[in-house]
Every structure is written in C-alpha cells, then in structure tokens.
C-alpha cells in the first residue's frame, strides 16, 4: 500500500511537471501570435480580451493534457510520451486555426484580440481554442 501511494505520487508530480512546462509552452506560442508582450497586456494593463483569450487557452490544453493522462492507463513513461506529443500537436493546431482565422477576418487577429475594448473575435478564438482541444482529446480517447 505506501509503496503504491509513493508510485502515484511519483507518476502525479511527473504529470504535473509535464503538464506545467506544456501550459507555459502553450502561453509563448500564443504570446508569439499576438503583438506586443502577452504578460504586460495580461497583468499589466488587465486587459480583458487578453484574459478570455489566455484562458481558453489553457483550459483547452489542460483538456488535451487530462485526455493523454486518462490514455496512458497507469503507464507512466507512455502516459508522459502521450502527454507530450498530442499537446504539442494541438499547440500546432490551435496556432494553425488562429492564423487560418486571422486570414479569414478583415484587420490582424491579434491586434482584435488584445484590444483594451471587448472585441466578439475573441469569444469566436476561445472557442476555437476549445474545440480543437477537444477534438485532439476525443482523438486520444
């Protein structure tokens, strides 16, 4: 039984850690697809479009994140591999989508989206966001 509780802690700190270093990923990516610095226009000037956009974000890889998890069955080493490669791959997707999206919209996406004004593009991107993460989730599965 202790032997077991340490397995799954051991496995749990190494998803975590995984996980954590995917989210932070995930933000340089979205960072890099928008213009001006993502943390200042978050934190900084609390911009609110900003928040939705980043949010979505992660709650969408944190998705992609659980479903590898769930895949893995117990396997720790494959469960990690798994965890990487699908998020990775919906990073990719999402940043396709938001680039396929921003040609399919007059103006820049990014500038819409990170507008100190509520802009409905980033209702339309969060959901995006979303989707393709569980569209990548239900692959896994």
Do not use: C
């Not at 819409?112 to 990548?136: R, Y």
């Amino acid at each position: 039984m202790i032997r077991d509780i340490f397995e799954n802690a051991y496995a749990a700190a190494a998803y975590s850690i995984v996980g954590v270093v995917l989210m932070a990923i995930s933000f340089v990516v979205l960072d890099l697809l928008t213009p001006g610095k993502l943390r200042e226009v978050l934190w900084a000037q609390r911009n609110r479009n900003a928040g939705i956009l980043v949010a979505s974000n992660l709650v969408g890889i944190a998705i992609i994140i659980t479903a590898a998890i769930v895949a893995s069955q117990g396997r720790l080493l494959e469960g990690l591999l798994y965890t990487v490669v699908y998020t990775v791959i919906g990073i990719v997707v999402m940043a396709i989508t938001f680039a396929l999206i921003d040609l399919a919209t007059p103006g820049k996406l990014g500038e819409l989206l990170l507008h100190p004004e509520s802009h409905p593009a980033v209702w339309v991107q969060s959901a995006t966001h979303v989707g393709v993460a569980v569209i990548v989730a239900s692959a896994i599965l």
